[in-house]
């Protein structure tokens, strides 16, 4: 069984410019978080999506988004990079909602210059 | 937002030491996991314990939820090299909820 797929893995972009992250998910899941990992603050939470909607939202700013297909591939956007944005950008897949056990890619490390 | 303190932050051991971390929180969670991660990789899964009071034994590693579940800790024995990496600790809420993190280094 396949795992989580995360692309790219490195990236390397500008300040002001947008960047777009892509996760396949494990075969089966249909939920798809995504989080920020940095060496300060640790996984910090970005979004959960479960069947195209996104069920939850942790505390960033409007210029982080996201959505999911209905073939459950998710994609994160940051638009108008920040210095602070650099970080490992991290996606889990689930079965279910909310909590339940979360299998991660290899992250994507964005690096705003 | 439930906050889960995650301690000691960094520990060094000698290969075939004993070591305990721990993970606390002030909120109850309906379980509680840990997951293990090595440079430039994603976390990968290692345990979850749902029941307060729960022991999980994974081969030389030893996971327990506090009664309350609350809080849990994880018990490596005989330490080995393979056993570095970043060790964290997620409650399950209306979301995970991460630690910082327990940076195991295993010095042979």
């Known amino acids: 069984k396949a795992g989580v797929t995360q692309t790219p893995r490195y990236l390397i972009k500008t300040r002001g410019q947008q960047v777009t992250l892509s996760c396949s998910p494990i075969s089966g899941h249909r939920s798809v978080s995504w989080y920020q990992q940095t060496p300060g603050q640790g996984l910090q939470f970005l979004f959960e999506?479960?069947?195209?909607?996104?069920?939850n939202k942790g505390n960033f700013p409007g210029r982080f988004s996201g959505r999911q297909f209905s073939n459950s591939r998710s994609e994160m956007n940051v638009s108008t990079l920040e210095l602070g944005d650099s970080a490992l950008y991290l996606c889990?897949?689930?079965?279910?909602?909310?909590?339940?056990?979360?299998?991660f890619g290899q992250g994507t490390r964005l690096t705003v210059v | 937002t439930q906050l889960l303190e995650q301690s000691p932050q960094f520990l060094s051991i000698q290969e075939g030491e004993n070591l305990t971390v721990y993970c606390n929180s002030s909120?109850?969670?309906?379980?509680l996991q840990w997951y293990r991660q090595e440079p430039g990789e994603g976390p990968v899964l290692l345990v979850t314990?749902?029941?307060?009071?729960e022991v999980k034994k994974l081969k030389r590693l030893t996971f327990q939820f506090g009664d309350a579940r609350k809080d849990s800790s994880l018990h490596i024995t005989a330490a080995q090299p393979g056993d570095t990496g970043l060790y964290l600790c997620?409650?399950?809420?209306?979301?995970?909820?991460f630690g910082k993190g327990n940076q195991v280094v295993v010095i042979p």
């Open positions: 997620a409650g399950a809420a209306d979301r995970l909820a």
């Open positions: 889990a897949s689930s079965l279910g909602l909310s909590g339940t056990e979360a299998f």
């Open positions: 999506y479960f069947s195209e909607t996104q069920r």
């Open positions: 909120s109850v969670f309906s379980s």
């Open positions: 314990v749902v029941t307060g009071g």
